[in-house]
């Protein structure tokens, strides 16, 4: 039953920056883990960085340094701030929030996807 909601992506030139969001529907089970994944044409769907509930990351190489994940429990809310963009940023981004179903059991749920294009 939870629904995410992406926000934030669109055209950026090299070196610029954008935030993206990622807002949950409340949900009976608790969430654990959020993350961030993309996927550009001809590749397959990439790692991009996690964060757990207590907030510990972790970020793919390509991105360490000039992204950042967090999040607000509060709000159900992930965000991912990109910095010094490249053209090789250039994506359809995804979040992603693990649900605990069961004490053994975890769901990952999937936003819709949002573009981030980087051109000048």
């Known amino acids: 039953q939870v629904r995410l909601v992406e926000s934030g992506g669109g055209l950026v030139q090299p070196g610029g920056s954008l935030r993206l969001s990622c807002a949950a529907s409340?949900?009976?089970?608790?969430?654990?883990?959020m993350g961030w994944y993309r996927q550009a044409p001809g590749k397959q769907r990439e790692l991009v960085a996690t964060?757990?509930?207590?907030?510990?990351?972790n970020y793919a190489d390509s991105v360490k340094g000039r992204f950042t994940i967090s999040r607000d429990n509060a709000e159900n809310t992930v965000y991912l701030k990109m910095n010094s963009l490249k053209s090789e940023d250039a994506a359809v981004y995804y979040c992603?929030?693990?649900?605990?179903?069961?004490?053994?059991?975890?769901?990952?749920?999937w936003g819709q996807g949002t573009q981030v294009t980087v051109s000048s």
């Open positions: 992603d929030v693990d649900i605990e179903v069961t004490s053994v059991t975890t769901q990952k749920i």
């Open positions: 964060i757990t509930t207590a907030g510990s990351t």
């Open positions: 409340r949900s009976i089970f608790s969430i654990n883990d």
